[in-house]
């Protein structure tokens, strides 16, 4: 049995759209923005527009149980479009990452989608996660051989 992992031509294509209502009762997000699109055309209603789109890995708990036994649902190279999402993700940074949840705000326009923080449990868990999921990472890559 082979141990090599190959990379995946999905992992390089245009991730599927993240669809934040269905988000909106997950428990924690860790979002890992990857890339920055800026005056995206966009389309909607016969009107054409520009957006901003990031892409980001999102590791997805949705439950409790998912949570305490570290055992999420990962999203790679989710598209968020919404401005106040992306808006966020921008100042979070390319290679930065960020723990929130999705709720729905109150605007100006009407009402739109927010990241919002985590308690401190949570966040402690989902920073368990990630530290554990790094650790694993750094070991699996410092096993690989100096081929030079």
């Given amino acids: 049995m082979s141990t090599f992992t190959f ?3 999905s992992e390089f294509q245009g991730g599927t759209f993240f ?3 269905e988000h909106m009762n997950d428990l ?3 979002i890992e923005p990857k890339s ?3 005056d ?3 389309t909607y209603q016969n009107k054409t527009t520009t957006r901003d789109e990031v892409t980001a890995d999102v590791t997805v708990f ?3 149980e998912s949570l305490d036994k570290s055992a999420p649902v990962v ?3 989710a598209v968020f479009t919404h401005f106040m999402l992306t808006d966020t993700l921008q100042k979070v940074g390319m290679g930065g990452v960020t723990v929130a949840v999705i709720r729905k705000v109150p605007t100006k326009a009407g009402s739109g ?3 919002r923080d985590v308690d401190a449990s949570t966040e402690g868990k989902v920073g368990n996660y990630y530290v554990n999921r790094e650790k694993a990472i750094t070991e699996a890559l410092a096993s690989v051989p100096d081929f030079d």
Avoid: G, M, Q, S
Wanted: charged fraction near 25%; avoid cysteine.
């Fill in 40 to 42: 995206r055309p966009h």
């Fill in 19 to 21: 669809k934040p209502a």
């Fill in 7 to 9: 990379a995946k031509p």
């Fill in 75 to 77: 999203i790679k190279n």
């Fill in 62 to 64: 949705p439950t409790e």
């Fill in 28 to 30: 924690a997000l860790l």
């Fill in 36 to 38: 920055l699109a800026k």
């Fill in 113 to 115: 989608y927010a990241f």
